[in-house]
C-alpha cells in the first residue's frame, strides 16, 4: 500500500503523491491559492463580526453601568436613612443597649483633665505628700478564701458603710459576699516591711485597710510591678510590696500593690479568714532570670503625672 502526505490547506485536503513530489501540479496550485483567498476572508469576515458584536457590547454596557449607578443613588439615599431607623428600634427595644447618650455634668468633670486622678493605697489608712487629698479609707474586701468564685479582685469597702433606709432583708439571700482581706504571711515578713506604724503589731493575720487617695494636679497614675522608682516627670506615690492570694486558691484575683510603711486594722489580729493576701514571689519560668531572681518578692510602685 503506497503511502500518502496529507497537505492541509485549511479548507480541502490535497492528496499529493511523494513520486509526484517534484512536480505539483498546475491545479493543486491553484487549488491551494483558492484556499488561501478563502481563509483570509473569513478572518477578515469574522474580525469585522466581532467587531461589531463588540460595539454591541460596549452599547450594553453603558446601558448597564447607567442603571447602576441610578440603582447606587437610589440605595445610598435609603441607606441614609437606615441606621436611623436601627437607633430608633434599639432605644425603643432595648433602651439599656443603647450606649451613646448626651454628655452629663459628671462626663464634662472627668474629661476636664489635670484637676486630680484618685488611686488606691493598699495597707494604710491615710495619703500622704503635698498634693494628696484622702477621699475615704476603709477596708480591703474580696471573696472567701476557699469559694470558687466571687469578685475577681480586691476592693476597698468605705470605713462608714450606709444602707438604703428601709430598703434590706436581713439574713444571706443572695449569692454574692465580700470578706475582708487578711494578711496570711508569718513572721518572715517583719523583716521586709517597715513597721514603725502598725503601733506594735505584726502584719501576720491582721486585716487590711486601705485609702483612696486623690492626687490633685494631676490627670494619670500607674502602678508598676517590678520597680521603686517612678519614670522621668512622674511622681512617686508611695513604694510597696506585690501581694495577692494564693496560687493553690480556688478563685483568682488580682494581685495588688501593698504600701511597705503599713497600717493595720486594730484589733483585728488573728485567724479570722476571709480573702487572704500572701507576698507575690517571681519564678523564673517564661520571665527572665536574670534580671529577675527567683522567690525574691516582687515590690511595686505607684506613680501620677
Ligand atoms: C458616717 O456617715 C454618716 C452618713 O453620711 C454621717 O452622718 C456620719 O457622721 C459618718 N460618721 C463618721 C464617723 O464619719
Not at 476592693?155 to 459576699?177: I, K, M
Request: glycine share 8%; charged share 20%.
Amino acid at each position: 500500500m503506497k503511502s500518502s502526505t496529507k497537505f492541509s490547506s485549511g479548507y480541502k485536503s490535497v492528496n499529493v503523491r511523494p513520486d509526484a513530489y517534484g512536480k505539483i501540479s498546475f491545479f493543486g496550485l491553484l487549488s491551494c491559492l483558492a484556499a488561501a483567498v478563502l481563509c483570509v476572508g473569513c478572518a477578515m469576515l469574522y474580525a469585522l463580526n466581532t467587531n461589531s458584536s463588540m460595539r454591541l457590547m460596549q452599547v450594553k454596557l453603558t446601558a448597564m453601568s447607567h442603571w447602576t449607578a441610578r440603582f447606587e443613588n437610589r440605595y445610598r439615599r435609603h441607606s441614609n436613612d437606615l441606621p436611623l431607623k436601627k437607633e430608633e428600634d434599639l432605644a425603643n427595644n432595648f433602651p439599656h443597649r443603647l450606649s451613646r447618650r448626651s454628655p452629663s455634668s459628671d462626663d464634662v468633670q472627668l474629661s476636664t483633665t489635670g484637676t486630680g486622678v484618685p488611686y488606691v493605697r493598699w495597707g494604710r489608712r491615710d495619703c500622704s505628700g503635698p498634693s494628696n487629698e484622702l477621699v475615704y479609707n476603709g477596708y480591703a474586701a474580696g471573696a472567701y478564701y476557699s469559694h470558687t468564685g466571687g469578685p475577681s479582685q480586691y476592693l476597698c469597702l468605705h470605713n462608714n458603710v450606709t444602707y438604703s433606709a428601709g430598703r434590706y432583708q436581713e439574713g444571706f439571700q443572695g449569692l454574692s459576699r465580700f470578706y475582708g482581706v487578711e494578711c496570711r504571711d508569718s513572721s518572715w515578713v517583719s523583716s521586709i516591711f517597715d513597721l514603725s506604724l502598725t503601733e506594735g503589731a505584726s502584719l501576720s493575720l491582721h486585716s487590711v485597710p486601705c485609702a483612696i487617695c486623690l492626687a490633685r494636679q494631676r490627670s494619670n497614675q500607674l502602678m508598676i510591678p517590678g520597680r521603686d522608682t517612678c519614670p522621668d516627670g512622674w511622681t512617686k506615690e508611695y513604694t510597696g510590696y506585690m501581694m495577692g492570694n494564693a496560687y493553690s486558691a480556688k478563685h483568682t484575683t488580682s494581685p495588688i500593690c501593698v504600701d511597705d510603711k503599713p497600717q493595720v486594722v486594730p484589733g483585728t489580729e488573728g485567724e479570722q479568714h476571709g480573702e487572704y493576701l500572701y507576698m507575690v514571689e517571681t519564678d523564673c519560668h517564661s520571665l527572665p532570670c536574670e534580671p529577675y531572681i527567683a522567690g525574691r518578692e516582687l515590690v511595686c510602685v505607684v506613680c501620677t503625672l
